[in-house]
T-cell receptor
Framework: DARVTQTPRDKVTEMGQEVTMRCQPI?????VFWYRQTMKQGLELLAY????????DSGMPKDRFSAEMPDATLATLKIQPSEPRDSAVYFC??????????????FGEGSRLTVL | DAKTTQPNSMESNEEEPVHLPCNHS???????IHWYRQLPSQGPEYVIH???SNVNNRMASLAIAEDRKSSTLILHRATLRDAAVYYC???????????????FGTGTLLAVQP
């Protein structure tokens, strides 16, 4: 079964530390999305890429968050420095955008981040 | 982005059909209606999507009103495993440079009683 793989599954860190979350999209997919989920805000779209190019990162706090796709098999979301309010579950999703299709998104199992 | 309105929660009994409503009165002509669900402690998973005609797949059916201002996700026989948050989302077609970004609302929490 093809699936989106996220690491780490769980991360506990102290305020001020750098955190990097990684995502391996499904092979052949050309769109990658980063979402954050908290009880208060629900699922928020942070950033997304198409063919490795960032299309929109307006949902991300620019001063501390950065998202990249070094290659087609890896997407990263970095927080530096981390703050307690960044505690959340971060989901990566990938999909295939082609022609005029809509594309189903496949989500990973998430990375649970706790910032103390 | 066009918005959707869903009830906060619904209850169903096991092995009975469930009809989950979604209102989207400001839907545009290029908006697809997507349904995703999120089981406890998991990422969202795709359920079904449609544009104008009703759609069926192995998981569910999607009934779309003729004016497209509302839709209903139908689970034909609810099981305990169907207990989840169900999200109804509008998103335009992939078209040219556009991308199918999904903006999630609060969804409907479905409880299934044995």
């Amino acid at each position: 079964d093809a699936r989106v793989t996220q690491t780490p599954r769980d991360k506990v860190t102290e305020m001020g530390q750098e955190v990097t979350m990684r995502c391996q999209p499904i092979l052949g997919h050309n769109t990658v999305f980063w979402y954050r989920q908290t009880m208060k805000q629900g699922l928020e779209l942070l950033a997304y890429f198409r063919n490795r190019a960032p299309l929109d990162d307006s949902g991300m706090p620019k001063d501390r968050f950065s998202a990249e796709m070094p290659d087609a098999t890896l997407a990263t979301l970095k927080i530096q420095p981390s703050e307690p309010r960044d505690s959340a579950v971060y989901f990566c999703a990938s999909g295939l955008a082609q022609g005029a299709g809509t594309g189903e998104l496949f989500f990973g199992e998430g990375s649970r981040l706790t910032v103390l | 982005d066009a918005k959707t309105t869903q009830p906060n929660s619904m209850e169903s009994n096991e092995e009975e059909p469930v009809h989950l409503p979604c209102n989207h009165s400001t839907i545009s002509g290029t908006d697809y209606i997507h349904w995703y669900r999120q089981l406890p402690s998991q990422g969202p998973e795709y359920v079904i999507h449609g544009l104008t005609s009703n759609v069926n797949n192995r998981m569910a059916s999607l009934a779309i009103a003729e004016d497209r201002k509302s839709s209903t996700l139908i689970l034909h026989r609810a099981t305990l495993r169907d207990a989840a948050v169900y999200y109804c989302i509008l998103s335009p077609l992939f078209y040219g440079g556009a991308t199918n970004k999904l903006i999630f609302g609060t969804g409907t929490l479905l409880a299934v009683q044995p």
